[in-house]
Structure formats: structure tokens, C-alpha cells
């Protein structure tokens, strides 16, 4: 089965970059996903297929995608940014979603 | 753009059985699949599996098949998730949610979750 690693937590200072990592083996020849999940609430798709972010979702939250690694960047880091951030991609060879295993974003 | 509506919070006891639904609204709803997304309490998001609600074609996780059943009833544009024995390993919160075009694709729409408990 394919396999996706997140780190658990990140800390950021307020007003300064988050980066946070999903790794999984040749992660760039595939579309990776991110999701926003504060708090007792559904998640929220912040980035699609790698680099695309939907309306509605701030031009500070990014994402790139090479290699074995792929990365949402979040700038310029709110107190609102706080929660768990999961990637997710489609491994067509088992034709499965697989979901990281999420990493809690704090601001301090 | 859509919205996915969900069944209220659920509390049962091990070996009964349970459908959960999950309706669209706002969009054709015969045109978009939609997945079932388990999250059991303080963990990450499994994905279950997937429908066609136009023809129900669906897709399981091996690590879902047989375990749950997921229908579709287009006459009331909605989906379904559904137990025949719970186990108290089943208490989690599942989120139903619409991928962008085809079932491989990133989730846009997000149901608002229902929680499930199953407890003696």
C-alpha cells in the first residue's frame, strides 16, 4: 500500500511561514491534496492537485510538490490558522484516497 | 456550489445496525461521486469508499469492504453508509464528501460530519 508521512506538529510565530512536509515515495508524479480540519469541524480543501487553491482560500496558503516530497506553505501565519492539515493523494495503482496522517499547526 | 447535509449523532450498542445518510443539494447530484470518510476520535481521515450515485457504482477500501455497506438513492439525491453489527470500534465521526469531477479527484464538499458512539 502506498504510505504518506506528515510531521505531527508544527509551531509557527505568528506573522512568519509554515511549512509543512507529505512525504511518500515519487509523491511528485502524483496529485497531492490539502485540507484544513480545525476543531470539531469538517475539513476544508485549501489546495488541489498540488498548487491550485481554491476561491475563498487565502493567497497565503501554497503548495509545490517534487520529488519525494510535497509542501504546504502557509505565510504571513494568523492565529486562524491553527489546526490539522492533512495531504491526500490517489494511488491508482490500488486505485485508493490515502490520507496522511495529518500534522496540528500551531501559531504562537 | 453544493452542499452535502448529514444525519444527526447517533448512540448504539454493539451489534445493532445503523444507515447514516448524507443528501446533496445545489448541484446535479447524478453527475458527482461521493465518498465516505471515517475519523475515529483524536486520529487522521480514512477514506471508505466511494458511489456513483447515478448508477451506483461502487468502491470499497479493502480495509472497508464488508465491513459497511454504502448505497445511493438519487430519487432523494442522497447517499448511505450503513452497518449491519457495530462494534465499539465503529465510534468515530464519518463525513461524507464530494470529489471535484471524476473519484480520484480532491474532495471540495464536505458533509458536516455524523458522529457515531456504539457502546454497551
Known amino acids: 500500500s502506498y504510505d504518506l508521512s506528515q510531521p505531527l506538529s508544527v509551531s509557527v510565530a505568528l506573522g512568519q511561514t509554515a511549512t509543512i512536509t507529505c512525504g511518500g515515495d515519487?509523491?511528485?508524479?502524483?496529485?497531492v491534496h490539502w485540507y484544513q480540519q480545525k476543531p470539531g469541524q469538517a475539513p476544508v480543501m485549501v489546495i488541489y492537485r498540488d498548487i491550485n487553491r481554491p476561491s475563498g482560500i487565502p493567497e497565503r496558503f501554497s503548495g509545490s510538490n517534487s520529488g519525494n516530497t510535497a509542501t504546504l506553505t502557509i505565510t504571513r501565519a494568523q492565529v486562524g490558522d491553527e489546526a490539522d492539515y492533512h495531504c491526500q493523494v490517489w494511488d491508482s495503482s490500488t486505485d485508493l484516497h490515502v490520507f496522511g496522517p495529518g500534522t496540528k499547526v500551531t501559531v504562537l | 456550489e453544493g452542499q452535502l447535509v448529514q444525519s444527526g449523532a447517533e448512540v448504539k450498542k454493539p451489534g445493532e445496525s445503523l444507515k447514516i445518510s448524507c443528501q446533496g443539494s445545489g448541484y446535479i447530484f447524478t453527475n458527482f461521486w461521493i465518498g465516505w470518510v471515517r475519523q475515529m476520535p483524536g486520529k487522521g481521515l480514512e477514506w471508505m469508499g466511494i458511489i456513483y450515485p447515478d448508477d451506483s457504482d461502487t468502491r470499497y477500501s479493502p480495509s472497508f469492504q464488508g465491513q459497511v455497506t454504502i448505497s445511493a438513492d438519487k430519487s432523494v439525491n442522497s447517499v448511505y453508509l450503513q452497518w449491519s453489527s457495530l462494534k465499539a470500534t465503529d465510534t468515530a465521526t464519518y463525513y461524507c464528501?464530494?470529489?471535484?469531477?471524476?473519484?480520484?479527484?480532491?474532495?471540495?464538499?464536505w458533509g458536516q460530519g455524523t458522529m457515531v458512539t456504539v457502546s454497551s
Open positions: 515519487n509523491i511528485g508524479n502524483k496529485n
Open positions: 464528501a464530494r470529489p471535484l469531477s471524476g473519484p480520484d479527484e480532491a474532495f471540495d464538499i
